[in-house]
């Protein structure tokens, strides 16, 4: 069965994008020789679900495209995609109940983006795996990994993966309530 995992990179004082916008702090941080998953990723996802405004950043640079269904989580009816990309507004839970049919049972759902998508699906018990990427540097102020949250989730590490760069790759499982 399909996992729906997804996750970001987060400076140590967790913040995802700095006050001005500015990423260039995540792209100094990664080494050339450093493998931080990119390709397991890729390997994994028989589908994405990107938030709007992840979805309008990677576009302006140039990097979607990819043959996996997207789905860009989006109120914009006049968003404009292409190729294997679709635009969605409605229930998340029919959105991944629909995905899960639609994608080889090997395959996983990969939520790409947005503090806010990462948060829904935190919220609404969708998400089954969360990889945080911390980042050696203190921003100061920003964008903030989460959004407010209900009440507290329980997660128990599946990995941790210090690089000599001093990025620490955490994969956490989300541990359902009971009940």
Excluded at 122 to 143: C, F, N, S, T
Excluded at 157 to 166: A, I, V
């Amino acid at each position: 069965m399909s996992t729906v995992f997804g996750g970001m990179a987060v400076s140590l004082d967790g913040y995802i994008r700095s006050e001005n916008g500015d990423l260039s702090w995540l792209n100094d941080a990664m080494a050339k020789n450093e493998d931080y998953g990119f390709e397991a990723t890729e390997l994994r996802t028989g589908a994405y679900v990107i938030g709007a405004n992840t979805y309008r950043e990677v576009s302006g640079m140039g990097g979607v495209g990819s043959a996996v269904p997207t789905y860009v989580v989006t109120h914009d009816e006049s968003m404009t995609t292409a190729g294997h990309e679709q635009l969605f507004s409605g229930d998340l839970g029919n959105l991944v109940a629909r995905v899960k049919s639609s994608i080889p049972d090997d395959k996983d759902i990969c939520v790409f983006g947005g503090g806010q998508l990462v948060t829904e699906f935190i919220e609404m018990d969708l998400l089954d795996e969360l990889g945080v990427a911390v980042v050696p540097v203190i921003l100061g102020g920003g964008v903030p990994f989460f959004g407010r949250i209900s009440g507290w989730k329980k997660l128990r590490l599946l990995e941790c993966k210090p690089f000599p760069s001093g990025i620490v790759l955490l994969s956490y499982g989300l541990m359902r309530p009971s009940g």
